[in-house]
């Protein structure tokens, strides 16, 4: 599967056909000039004045720009013919969980707390949840929101509020979009907001009643229900209402997983359940999976022990790993 690339410079004559693939393509896919000068990195104006034959500049350069283009389209497409879809969202135990975390924080509301490891399914859970329910809001914390005002400008933009004057207006301006909402805003990776932002959230979900549920790893809780409790955090802790903690996978979880992608040998079941509880769990069997499946179809065959493992190594993993016997 490797990139055509354009080796020789293209002569006059041959930039038409060049320019009818674009168009075509253009047609095809239902693409803008504006999206064309975006997929290629060709500036809008110049690729205007290149379809038209007017471009004043190195026509031959555009037009190479051009091939490379609509040769890695080529590509692109048959790598998506390639890969399989990862199923879409599968309501495992944790999911499930999870669920009913968000549900309590929405409608009692309170404040709940859910940590897991990496891949567990917290962010599709948080994801799935937002789709079925009404008036709930997903912000990923970043290592950037240092700060309440980081936070309050954050959520200011996730809710639509275009006040910036100051915190203190953010923070009421906050509230008043969110109270009598009956709804929810969770903060996937919590674990990134320094106290200081943990405290601006209970102040806002007090004032505006409104439900809270922090996702993160095993950071968070540690803050919040360390061995001394802090008294900074006296205030926020004693609001948590429901905490869920899930390090890791369960076997429930994997098998749902499995049947999703259908895989029935028992061999690949085992070794896939090996990768399953490496780190990554969840995120890196479907890693692995994709690339197995994309992997399978490009030489015509089924999803085998050994492609699994080659898929595994080519994602930058031991290559030792073996199914349990």
Partial sequence: MNQ?????????DAQEPIRAAVRAAMEADKLSLTDVARLSGVP???????????????????AEKMQRWLDSKTVR???RDLLRPAPSFIMTQTAQDLFGVMEYAQHLPDLAVATGGAGVGK?????????????VWLLTAE???????????????????????????ISRAIVTKLYGSGGLV??????HLPSCALDQLRTIHDKAEIGV?????????ARLNGGT????????????????????????????????????????????????????????????????????????????EQIILDAWQRLGNDASVAAPR
């Fill in 229 to 304: 409790r802090s008294a900074e955090f006296a205030q926020l802790y004693s609001r948590v209402g429901v905490q869920v903690k899930r390090p890791a996978p369960l076997m429930a979880d994997i098998r749902a997983l499995l049947e999703a992608w259908g895989i029935a040998g028992a061999t690949e079941r085992k070794l896939l359940t090996t990768i399953a509880k490496k780190p990554g769990a969840l995120r890196g069997l479907t890693k692995c999976l994709r690339l197995a499946h994309m992997m399978a179809g490009a030489d015509g065959e089924p999803v085998s």
């Fill in 77 to 79: 497409a048959r790598t």
């Fill in 143 to 169: 290592p950037c929101l240092t700060s309440p005002r980081s936070l309050l400008d954050a959520l200011a933009n996730l809710l639509g509020i275009g006040e910036r004057y100051s915190a203190q207006s």
């Fill in 123 to 135: 962010t599709s859970a948080a994801h799935a949840y937002r789709a079925q329910a009404s008036n």
């Fill in 213 to 221: 549920a922090l996702l993160g790893n095993e950071a968070i809780y």
């Fill in 4 to 12: 055509t690339t354009t080796e020789t410079p293209i002569a006059a």
């Fill in 186 to 191: 969770i903060i996937d990776e919590a674990q």
């Fill in 44 to 62: 809008y104006s110049t690729v205007h004045a290149w379809l038209d034959g007017k471009y004043s500049g190195n026509n031959q350069r555009q």
